[in-house]
């Protein structure tokens, strides 16, 4: 015999994770299912995790209405009301502030191990989720009127609909045949946790220069010593060579590399190598099937957004699904799951537009464009109005839709 669900959700990330909780809120039976164990080990500060995520204002909504956000400790939370960027081969400079878009704050940072464990927390507690960790899908068939799905443990389930939420590999999106654009951004990401010598004064420094895109992003002082969360964006070659590095020589690097701004006196966690790359699904769904998250669309992190895009597919679909649901629709077919469809890709295709822009925009050193760029910056840097909107938009209150 099956178990019968409304929804089956495959992966439990920080994507797939929310929208179980958000899902089970609109009185949907949910199976989430995760290869991984679902355990999360929190480190004691300041030996931060290395992958932290920057939340957005609209993100952090969502995850007060899933009872995630407020249960965090404030120990493990850095806002920001202050972002500084400037180019490191010219004198362009951009400085946006909290204030000036009337907002208290631009942002949190909050480590994903943190962020994913409260969310465990919440879905453990509720009775409408059954989970099925350590666990995948053995087989399935797919439809518009449901899905029957065998796991590797032999436990039988059926449903409306499928979500995955797989991340950026994502199986099922390749095993049902979803088309992708594209193409490696020629970047890996190197994330560490560093203790600097001043407080970083609430804000995220980023710089973009010879050394690749390095961001310095806020987090909690711990005894009166200050820490951020680097990540650093360089050709693959590069990336193996600062992966190596003794901790002192590293510490150096990344000391010019961000033009001596602050000292860099240690490394508090061991560095992670991550490689980019850029991907779009053109559809997000099929009879039966719905892509969320990465495993619909994957970005550059410069701009730190890739998570929140991923938060506000979750509210869509939740808010698509909670609805057909009421009407008595079939949450799997193709009209239902296309609604969701057209409420995201707009916004989605807008924001990997604008990140591969800037990425193309500053990885020449051309003394032309450099020159360009940098007065672009200044102007920009003058245009209160424009920078408003820049703001609205990475807060998550505007979109490109
Ligand atoms: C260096 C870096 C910095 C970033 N910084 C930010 C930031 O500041 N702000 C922001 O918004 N975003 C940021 N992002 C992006 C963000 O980390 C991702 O968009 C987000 O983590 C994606 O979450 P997800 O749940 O969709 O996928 P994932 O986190 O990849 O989760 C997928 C889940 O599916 C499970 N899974 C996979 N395959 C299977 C299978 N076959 N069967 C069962 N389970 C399976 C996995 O175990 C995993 O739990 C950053 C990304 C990088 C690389």
Excluded at 2 to 27: N, P, Q, R
Excluded at 273 to 296: C, F, M, N, T, W
Excluded at 369 to 390: H, P, Q, W, Y
Aim: hydrophobic residues 40%.
């Amino acid at each position: 015999m099956a178990k019968s669900y409304d929804v089956i959700i495959v992966g439990a990330g920080m994507v797939g994770a929310l929208s179980a909780i958000l899902l089970a809120k609109s009185s949907l039976r949910i199976a989430l299912i995760d290869k991984h164990s679902g355990d999360y080990t929190l480190s004691t500060p300041p030996a931060y995790d290395a992958r932290v995520s920057a939340i957005s204002s609209q993100s952090k909504a969502l995850l007060e209405s899933a009872d995630v956000w407020q249960n965090i400790p404030q120990g493990r939370i850095a806002s920001y009301d202050n972002i500084v960027v400037w180019d490191g081969l010219g004198s362009g400079y951009i400085d946006f502030n909290a204030g000036s878009a009337a907002m208290s704050e631009l942002g949190d940072l909050v480590e994903n191990t943190v962020l994913s464990q409260q969310m465990m927390e919440q879905i453990q507690k509720n009775k409408s989720i059954d989970l099925y960790f350590n666990n995948a899908l053995a087989s399935y068939e797919l439809s518009e009127t449901g899905s029957k799905v065998v796991l590797e443990s032999g436990d039988r389930l059926e449903s409306q609909v499928l979500i995955a939420a797989d991340g950026g590999g994502s199986k099922l999106r390749s095993e049902n045949d979803f088309a992708t654009v594209e193409w490696d951004y020629g970047h890996t990401a190197i994330a560490a946790t560093i203790e600097i010598d001043q407080s970083h004064n609430n804000t995220a420094w980023q710089s973009f220069g010879e050394e690749g895109v390095l961001a310095f992003l806020p987090l909690p002082a711990v005894g009166g010593r200050h820490f951020v969360s680097i990540v650093w964006c360089v050709p693959p070659e590069e990336a193996a060579i600062l992966k190596v590095l003794s901790d002192d020589a590293f510490c150096r690097r990344v000391h010019y590399a961000i033009n001596k701004r602050f000292d860099v006196l240690a490394i508090t966690r061991s560095r992670q190598a991550i490689p980019l790359r850029q991907r779009h699904a053109k559809e997000y769904v099929k009879s039966g099937i719905a892509l969320i998250g990465d495993a619909a669309h994957t970005i550059h992190p410069l701009a730190g957004q890739g998570a929140n895009l991923g938060f506000s597919d979750v509210k869509a679909l939740v808010d698509v699904l909670s609805k057909a649901h009421k009407r008595g629709e079939n949450l799997g077919a193709s009209k239902v799951l296309r609604r969701y469809q057209r409420a995201r890709m707009l916004d989605n295709i807008g924001m990997a537009a604008g990140m591969e822009t800037f990425k193309r925009l500053f990885s020449t050193q051309h003394p032309l464009i450099v020159e360009l760029r940098n007065t672009g910056m200044k102007s920009f840097d003058c245009n209160a109005s424009l920078k408003k909107k820049l703001i609205a938009r990475a807060a998550g209150l505007a979109s490109f839709s």
